[in-house]
């Protein structure tokens, strides 16, 4: 019984199941708007957070042209997108304070007192005891 209503929720090819995800089946007839809206999982996971993993990643090319990447199919496509948009983030930085190296050195230069403190300390207790 279990196996036949298995079989009957997952789509099915002559080689056997397509896909590990009913989510995940490429339809050729949808529009954008609903490949926008096609959920490949919808889950929790182990810490009890919901996971929401879209089919499709709409993309707007620079040329206004609209393409929906399946997840799958277009990861190294998706991959190439998104390291588009990091070199040109890079390119053009945000308006504001965009110098982090001086927030790393004094976050550094904390972490230096704050260790050394913690060692001091933790001699002293050693040799107490001993």
């Known amino acids: 019984m279990a196996q036949s209503t298995y079989s ?22 949808q529009t954008l708007e609903e490949k926008s809206t096609q959920v490949a999982v919808d889950a929790l996971d182990i810490t009890g957070d919901r996971v929401v993993v879209p089919t499709y990643f709409i993309v707007e090319y620079p040329n206004g042209e609209k393409k929906a990447l399946h997840h799958v199919l277009d990861a190294k496509e998706i991959s190439d997108v998104i390291r588009q948009m990091r070199l040109h983030e890079e390119e053009e930085p945000k308006s504001g304070n965009t110098d982090r190296s001086s927030g790393l ?12 403190l913690f060692t001091l300390l933790t001699c002293t207790i ?3 005891i001993f």
């Not at 002559?14 to 007839?29: A, E, I, L, Y």
């Not at 050195?105 to 050394?116: A, D, E």
């Open 8 to 29: 009957e929720m997952m789509p099915q090819t002559t080689w056997g199941f397509r896909t590990v995800n009913p989510g995940d089946v490429v339809k050729s007839n």
């Open 126 to 128: 050693a040799i107490g």
């Open 105 to 116: 050195s004094s976050v550094g230069f904390i972490l230096i007192v704050l260790m050394s």
